[in-house]
């Protein structure tokens, strides 16, 4: 049990809606830490089989996201819920609730909806110490204007304590003023019981695919999971593995949403060139079908640039998995996950040639049996250092230091 068992402290999260990533955290902090927390959710996605307009189809995920803590739903009177917008998550109701439970602090999520600063002013007046946790970043982005800078740090000075991610995501809390004494990190983590390589049903279920993709046993696959749109570069990936022609490669697409169609339509095209590379497309594949689809997997690549990706907790699942990835330096992970050469490999965004470089000397690694075996060993290494423990220990740290005993 992390924490002294004397004393618990009583914590409201405030959160969009049940995830698949935060879900089994909140279960292990119930198991492992002394901490009585209550999650107020303003939204059912993911319980609810809802539209995701990014996949381009209804989403409801077949893993259990609600048993083993304490949740309720608050009423979302939003025309158009989601987070698209402002009023998305507009939960009038949010504040009786959160008086009602008598919280000693506020755990929250996000601050980019009317719900979430409707939470935040009633803390504020009440005296409860807000705790913010977010993964923005600046990888990519153009300086804030003037009057963005002064509105973050008069939003952010409201807040007693920052959870960061990783070091992009601090050098965000940084930027806009916040001061090191609030900051405490609580690295990006996913169930590593769930992404357990060692599973056999896993273990079967990729030899099935494998056969029935027509891979051969040395056959090496670069793996892309996730929603095809273009801010994660699903066309430049596959324009990139096209152009370097690899040998004994195969590419791998799994998911849905609105490139598919011209992906296929691309690959389509070249298929009829002599030595065209294989490509292959496998639908969305929900939770508990990932792990399978990542030992397929020499390289998972995310190739994402721009702002879209604040962190990509697909590579968490990969590397879980062991497998090395290669990503864009505007992937908010990047710092902390993917160091060139040892766990994964990293390509400028900016640069059109550059993925389709490093995708090349990425094959030419994971080809040789000493540095493919030196890549994954290192790549285990290294997510051992982002679990649900260590995610917990940051928040314990911070109601620590904000509602000091």
């Known amino acids: 049990m992390i924490g002294n068992t004397e004393t618990k402290r009583r914590v409201a999260v405030v959160l969009s809606h049940p995830t698949q990533y935060y879900s089994p955290w909140f279960r292990w902090v119930r198991l492992h830490a002394d901490v009585e927390f209550r999650v107020f959710y303003l939204w059912d996605f993911g319980v609810a089989a809802r539209h995701d307009e990014r996949f381009g189809r209804s989403i409801q995920w077949d893993v ?98 920052f959870l960061y991610v990783g070091s992009a995501n601090r050098r965000y809390f940084e930027a806009f003023g916040v001061p090191a004494r609030k900051l405490f990190f609580a690295p990006h983590s996913v169930n590593e019981e769930l992404f357990d390589p060692g599973r056999p049903a896993y273990r079967d279920e990729c030899q099935r695919l494998r056969s029935s993709l027509g891979l051969a046993p040395s056959t090496k696959v670069v793996l892309f999971a996730g929603k095809l749109t273009a801010a994660k570069q699903p066309m430049e990936l596959l324009e990139a593995f096209l152009a370097i022609r690899p040998n004994d490669a195969a590419l791998v697409f799994v998911g849905d949403g609105p490139e598919k169609e011209g992906l296929e339509l691309a690959y389509g095209r070249s298929e009829r060139a002599p030595g065209a590379p294989a490509v292959h497309f496998l639908p969305f594949a929900n939770q508990s079908e990932m792990p399978s689809r990542y030992l397929l997997a020499d390289i998972f690549v995310l190739p994402s640039r721009g702002e879209y990706e604040t962190w990509g907790l697909a590579v968490n699942e990969a590397m879980h998995m062991g497998v090395p990835c290669l990503v864009s330096d505007r992937v908010g992970c990047q710092g902390d996950l993917v160091t060139q050469g040892e766990t994964g490999w990293v390509f400028e965004a900016g640069d059109p040639g550059a993925l389709a470089s490093a995708l090349s000397g990425a094959l030419g690694d994971v080809g040789l049996a000493a540095r493919r075996d030196a890549f994954r060993q290192a790549v285990v290494r290294r997510i051992s250092r982002f679990t649900y423990a260590q995610t917990t220990a940051g928040l314990l740290e911070a109601l620590a230091s904000a509602l000091p005993r």
Do not use: T
Request: hydrophobic share 45%.
């Open 64 to 161: 259990d996201l609600l048993s083993g803590y304490e949740s309720e739903f608050v009423p979302n009177r939003a025309a158009k819920p989601g987070p698209e917008h402002f009023l998305g998550f507009n939960n009038p109701g949010l504040v009786s609730r959160l008086r009602a439970w008598r919280p000693q602090a506020l755990l929250l999520f996000g601050y980019n909806w009317a719900s979430h600063l409707r939470a935040a002013a009633w803390a504020r007046l009440a005296g409860v110490p807000i705790l913010f946790r977010g993964d923005s970043h600046l990888l990519g982005r153009p300086s804030p204007s003037l009057p963005m800078r002064i509105l973050l740090r008069i939003l952010f000075s409201q807040f007693s304590r």
